[in-house]
């Protein structure tokens, strides 16, 4: 009988180590020291450069709702680089959009090569049943431990606690466009949340076009000038439920506004 507390503690010991060790092994990896994130994001926009960039895009007419937004860049290797919201403090836009713009950030830069941009929105038909990437939207799924790390307090601030980590996720809707420098080299991507799906591409679009990394080689859309932009190719025939996308990239009008604006954003760089 004095041998079985002993039996229990170092059971008790066992689990701990256990416990211990699964937890290591499940915890989110940040890049490894300051020194090297801040190499990882070299070119990048820093958190202020995005805010004030995403704040100039938020103010205009982006045919939505009027709402104040979230915005993440990630580098090529999906390292979250920078987090910025527009209101004046986190429960100012949908709380919710807070690591969805981190997830188009991620598949934007996951889903686009140094000669192909694919945008979030580009994505919407082609992942439907019986599109050519089916099934996509289910891939690379977003890495919760970063997602909901905290402190809270610190989201959307230059130390939000997903900087510095990969976040994953897919998401197929718009608001996420891939990043290309002066050299036309990919260098990651922009996600935008808070907003319509349009709107949020149109906002995103924007950013992007003030942070002068819009220098994108070609892409699915028809526009030459805006080759990774937002297709309205969505069409519904007579007795048919659901609308058929043209071009197998197309993505559901939020309004006529958003389309309108779509079709005169800004062109990119060459």
Not at 105 to 130: D, E, I
Not at 141 to 151: C, F, K, W
Not at 188 to 205: K, L, P
Not at 243 to 259: L, Q
Request: hydrophobic share 40%; glycine share 10%.
């Amino acid at each position: 009988m004095t041998q079985r507390p002993i039996v229990t503690v170092a059971a008790t010991s066992i689990a701990f180590v256990a416990a211990a060790s699964l937890v290591a092994l499940t915890a989110p990896r940040a890049v490894a020291d300051p020194a090297d994130a801040a190499a990882a994001c070299h070119g990048l926009p820093s958190h202020s450069a995005l805010r004030t960039a995403l704040t100039a895009a938020r103010k205009q007419s982006n045919g939505g709702f009027n709402l104040d937004m979230w915005a993440t860049v990630v580098n090529r290797d999906g390292v979250v680089c920078a987090v910025a919201f527009t209101g004046s403090n986190r429960g100012d836009q949908w709380p919710g959009s807070r690591v969805i713009s981190a997830q188009k950030a991620n598949t934007a830069n996951a889903f686009s090569l140094p000669g192909l941009a694919l945008s979030t929105a580009n994505l919407y038909s082609a992942v439907q049943p019986g599109g050519s990437l089916y099934g996509l939207q289910h891939s690379n799924p977003v890495d919760t431990t970063v997602a909901y790390r905290g402190p809270a307090p610190n989201f959307g601030q230059a130390n939000d606690p997903m900087v510095g980590f990969r976040i994953g996720g897919v998401n197929v809707f718009g608001g996420g466009l891939a990043l290309y420098d002066a050299s036309h080299t990919l260098v990651g991507a922009i996600g935008v949340s808070g907003d319509s799906s349009c709107a949020d591409h149109n906002i995103a679009w924007r950013t992007r076009s003030s942070l002068k990394l819009d220098h994108v080689p070609a892409g699915v859309s028809p526009d030459a000038l805006r080759p990774d932009n937002i297709v309205y190719d969505i069409r519904t025939n007579p007795g048919e439920q659901a609308g058929v996308s043209t071009s197998g990239w197309g993505h559901p009008v939020c309004s006529p506004e958003a389309e309108l604006i779509a079709a005169g954003l800004p062109v990119i760089e060459p």
